[in-house]
């Protein structure tokens, strides 16, 4: 293949400028700006400004409400990473092992990542209804007094479900293309050395998948921190008492609709730091033990 | 050829010379078949006259409107008119020269406006402590309390209940005959501020926020913690039940017949009619003999039609004369009769009244009767900062209590801690 060579300059960074002003104008503006709103105190309709340095970290850090959301932030990207990680492995594996109907499987098993956070939202709001809901109905006949709008457990419970049934596609594609990849000597020599199913399992073939491991350990946790706004937003925003709101959904609900442009700018740079501590900590500690 | 052109350009120069009136955007909150009254009174104005040009642009509910108005506004594309609620009343008022007093307004350009024309439940809100107004009311209500008819036959009582204490002895029976008694939609609006209202209590200092920035709520207070520990109580009973922080989820279970009252606004009215497949009835907010004897009046809730600044003379023309014709007693008759909203100005409830329309529909007339009832010191409403945030606060620790997670009294006093730090920021940011 010939090799393409510019000679001028500055050619390749007329290539790379699109991209660089979508990331300026998406996202280094937005931070900067988000930052020096959390330094002052705005009235909604920016009239009057004035700087208080870090009153509105204080008022932030110091209120009960932000915890309640931090914590359960925390536990719904636990579960729903730990859900949808597990059911797409799962689904991806068997999937795997098919011959004859693997790729009716892959198309349909792929079908919900096409859809938008909103749109799932919207159609789970539908089954989880308490006067006409399908699932609603069939987990109160269960016995469990399922309800939604004043049962905070239950409507935590109905996120998390909600949010892994979507990521579940996106796991179990990237994970059947990683397994895939496994090169077929190394499966049918362990074919040879071991009759176990799971043990050839954890000990062969999981090793081998850490690299997609990692990757989507690390999206699905992006995922659940902030791509399930649009969920929460279409399903409970934030009730019942307030306790299903993710962090960036309070940010969303204190800055748009309490129009605290102050308050809701410091929470935003407060989780950066946060996400950003958080990867660091990944690439630092975990991807060390990823073998390529 | 060129003539050809010459001729095209002078043909578009002329109608764009035909086309010039001037436009007037509205930016509402009204949606359903309020929006569709709402468009046709925009019509009707538009059809009297050739100079201006009012356009209304559904916006979602109030708070979507109010959040697409502020974004609007700083981005300097605010629209001409827009329709703000009761509960950011503050934040708009309070920011100085975002929007054009009504008053100022109708001075400047000749529309005679006597603010004593208004009906006296309406003309506080939404003017300054001088008693100049602002913001131009527009949608009226009140909470008043709808009931099945039909239930209330089958279980054998005659009136629908005028205080609690009967809605107590009412509900027993409606159990038996298989009814909840009672839903209420926007609690903090039914069953906290207009609850203090009937009962005549302060809600907050600085005159409830009218002599300026409020830094203490009073939500925690005798009446409201007996009230509300007694919603419990009635939801354990099967009296009351709560259908989520949904307006719509409440006026459901009326529609659904799964509950025989519902707490709603006089302004349901009108969708009511249409949607009801049973009969219904409208009476006054119940209150609590033991804390007041009879209820007072209730204040106004919905919203106001607020100017933004910064508009040409010319639209400012337009913009007064459009306001003028939506409290001329002819339209205002017509939104309240389409609606059920309250006419808010005196003749127009005059016209009404004699026109007879009370006489074939006397549930239209409970809200103005509620809100005409005399004014005592606390019934003349609020003006607080960050309400929204404030109202949202409500709602939890009202959801708190009704799960019996905290007593009225734990529940109402962390209302009161949280809102007094909210009044406190927003004093601080207007300083």
Not at chain 1, 161 to 172: C, D, G, T
Not at chain 2, 246 to 254: E, P, S, T, V
Request: net charge positive; aromatic share 16%; with cysteine.
């Amino acid at each position: 293949m010939k090799k393409v060579q510019f000679n001028n300059k500055f050619i390749p960074y007329l290539f790379v400028s699109p991209q660089i002003i979508i990331i300026l104008v998406f996202f280094i503006w937005p931070s900067v700006m988000a930052i020096y709103y959390s330094f002052v105190m705005q009235d909604a309709f920016g009239v009057s400004t004035q700087f208080v340095w870090f009153q509105n970290y204080k008022d932030a850090l110091l209120n009960s409400d932000y915890y309640a959301s931090f914590g359960f932030t925390l536990i719904f990207s636990s579960l729903v990473t730990l859900f949808s990680l597990s059911m797409g492995l799962f689904l991806a594996h068997k999937t795997n092992n098919m011959i004859k109907s693997r790729g009716i499987y892959r198309t349909l098993l792929m079908w919900p990542y096409a859809l938008a956070p909103a749109v799932v939202g919207l159609m789970a709001s539908f089954f989880f209804n308490q006067s006409h809901g399908d699932i609603y109905r069939f987990l109160n006949q269960l016995g469990w007094k399922f309800d939604p709008t004043s049962d905070p457990f239950s409507a935590q419970a109905m996120l998390v479900f909600i949010a892994s049934w979507k990521q579940i596609s996106v796991n179990f594609i990237f994970f059947l293309s990683g397994l895939q990849g496994i090169p077929k000597s190394v499966l049918e020599a362990s074919l040879i050395d071991c009759k176990s199913n799971s043990k050839r399992f954890w000990t062969i073939i999981f090793p081998l998948l850490a690299p997609t491991t990692f990757f989507l350990f690390i999206t699905n946790i992006t995922y659940s921190f902030f791509d399930t706004f649009g969920i929460i937003d279409t399903t409970t925003r934030g009730t019942p008492m307030g306790q299903t709101k993710t962090l960036a959904y309070k940010i969303y609900q204190d800055g748009f609709l309490g129009a605290d442009i102050g308050g809701s700018s410091a929470q935003s740079v407060i989780l950066m730091l946060f996400v950003l501590v958080i990867t660091i900590f990944q690439f630092k500690y975990l991807e060390k033990k990823v073998h390529y | 050829m060129k003539s050809k052109s010459l001729l095209f350009i002078a043909t578009c120069a002329m109608a764009l010379n035909l086309n010039a009136t001037t436009d007037i955007t509205w930016w509402h909150a009204m949606g359903g078949r309020l929006g569709e009254v709402v468009n046709e009174m925009a019509t009707k104005f538009n059809n009297s006259q050739n100079e201006y040009k009012v356009t209304p642009i559904y916006k979602g509910g109030y708070e979507d409107t109010m959040t697409a108005g502020i974004a609007a506004y700083r981005a300097h594309q605010a629209p001409d008119i827009i329709q703000i609620f009761d509960a950011g009343s503050a934040t708009i008022i309070g920011a100085k020269g975002v929007v054009y007093p009504v008053a100022d307004l109708f001075d400047k350009y000749g529309v005679k406006f006597n603010a004593q024309d208004y009906i006296s439940g309406v003309r506080n809100f939404y003017a300054n402590s001088k008693g100049r107004m602002i913001g131009s009311p527009f949608n009226s209500s009140t909470p008043v309390m709808y009931y099945n008819k039909d239930a209330f036959k089958k279980a054998g009582i005659k009136n629908p209940p005028a205080t609690w204490e009967e809605f107590e002895k009412d509900a027993v029976l409606l159990k038996k005959v298989g009814y909840i008694g009672l839903s209420q939609s926007l609690s903090p609006w039914t069953a906290g501020e207009n609850f203090m209202s009937r009962h005549n209590l302060q809600m907050a200092n600085k005159n409830n926020g009218f002599d300026g920035f409020a830094t203490k709520l009073y939500y925690e207070n005798p009446a409201m913690d007996y009230h509300w520990d007694k919603l419990r109580d009635w939801t354990t009973k099967g009296y009351f039940k709560y259908y989520g922080r949904g307006w719509a989820d409440n006026q459901q279970a009326f529609y659904d017949q799964k509950v025989a009252m519902w707490l709603g606004s006089s302004g349901s009215f009108g969708g009511l009619r249409k949607g009801a497949k049973f009969n219904f009835g409208t009476t006054y907010l119940p209150y609590w003999k033991k804390f007041i004897n009879p209820g007072a009046q209730t204040f106004i809730g919905g919203a106001a039609l607020f100017v933004f600044s910064g508009k040409s003379d010319k639209k400012y023309k337009g913009i007064a004369k459009f306001l003028q014709y939506l409290t001329t007693p002819k339209m205002q008759y017509f939104w309240h009769k389409s609606t059920g909203y309250v006419p808010i100005t005196k003749a127009a409830y005059a016209l009404a009244k004699k026109d007879g329309y009370y006489k074939t529909t006397p549930d239209a007339e409970i809200g103005i009767k509620q809100l005409s009832l005399p004014t005592q010191k606390w019934t003349k409403g609020y003006r607080l900062g960050n309400y929204v945030q404030i109202r949202e606060i409500m709602t939890i620790e009202f959801e708190n209590i009704l799960n019996g997670k905290k007593t009225a009294k734990q529940a109402l006093s962390d209302v009161d801690r949280k809102a007094d730090k909210l009044l406190a920021k927003f004093a601080r940011t207007y300083r």
